[in-house]
């Protein structure tokens, strides 16, 4: 049960657009499409952001989209705000028995 | 509103059993279509999911820690309890509870979470 594989760290301007990738297998986020993203701001519980590789829950500003092609989905921060600076995680179902899956995390830097 | 908390002692000692119970309100775990889980974070780490019991007890545990961990629930309290035992420094962490629906394959209510350290 390997942990999905994203980058350490993105980072971008106000305004700017920034994708974080999530790199799985074909176990997991290539077999299923249920990809979630969660939103952690320090000292804070995670927010999920994109359940069901594209869905936003009720409340998350239509900033945040996501994606997925084969075994990599993606999470893409439109319109970079000062309040979009936090930790993000990929989470991906993968089967009865491991169940469920976390990224490694990536970083977002607003500049 | 749905909102969970979870509560536990702050230190135990290596090889201790450590009993966190997440205690919860806006939902019942007696009715059908929700589910419980557990997920950690060592600091400065990523999440990584432990357990989910859902209301018809059916349990699910991380792979390599199964053998470590039971999760359980006390519907009359609202209430799931997980359990680790021989614990070790590494398993300190933030632990958090956090509410799924079934069929549904994300956490959309988490706990503040709580940290336990394992230290002698």
């Known amino acids: 049960q390997s942990a999905l594989t994203q980058p350490r760290s993105v980072s971008g301007s106000p305004g700017q657009s920034v994708t974080i990738s999530c790199t799985g297998t074909?176990?997991?986020?290539?077999?299923?499409?249920?990809v979630s993203w969660y939103q952690q701001h320090p000292g804070k519980a995670p927010k999920v952001m994109i359940y069901?590789?594209?869905k936003r829950p009720s409340g998350v500003p239509d900033r945040f989209s996501g994606s997925k092609s084969g075994n990599t989905a993606s999470l893409t921060i439109s319109g970079l705000q000062a309040e979009d600076e936090a930790d993000y995680y990929c989470?991906?179902?993968?089967?009865?028995?491991?169940?469920?899956?976390f990224g490694t995390g990536t970083e977002v830097t607003v500049l | 509103q749905i909102t969970l908390k979870e509560s536990g002692p702050t230190l135990v000692k290596p090889t201790q059993t450590l009993t966190l119970t997440c205690t919860f309100s806006?939902?019942?775990?007696?009715?059908?279509?929700?589910?419980v889980g557990w997920i950690r974070q060592p600091p400065g780490k990523a999440l990584e999911w432990l357990a989910l019991?859902?209301?018809?007890?059916?349990?699910r545990y991380r792979p390599s820690l199964k053998s470590r961990l039971t999760i359980t629930k006390d519907t009359s309290k609202n209430q799931v309890v997980l359990t680790m035992t021989n614990m070790d420094p590494v398993d300190t962490a933030t632990y958090y509870c956090?509410?799924?629906?079934?069929?549904?394959?994300?956490?959309?209510?988490w706990g503040q979470g709580a940290l336990v350290t394992v230290s002698s």
């Open positions: 069901d590789v594209s």
């Open positions: 989470c991906s179902y993968a089967g009865g028995y491991t169940f469920d899956v």
């Open positions: 074909s176990s997991d986020v290539g077999n299923y499409n249920y």
């Open positions: 806006g939902f019942s775990l007696s009715s059908g279509g929700v589910g």
């Open positions: 956090a509410h799924r629906r079934d069929f549904n394959y994300y956490f959309g209510y």
């Open positions: 019991i859902y209301w018809n007890d059916d349990k």
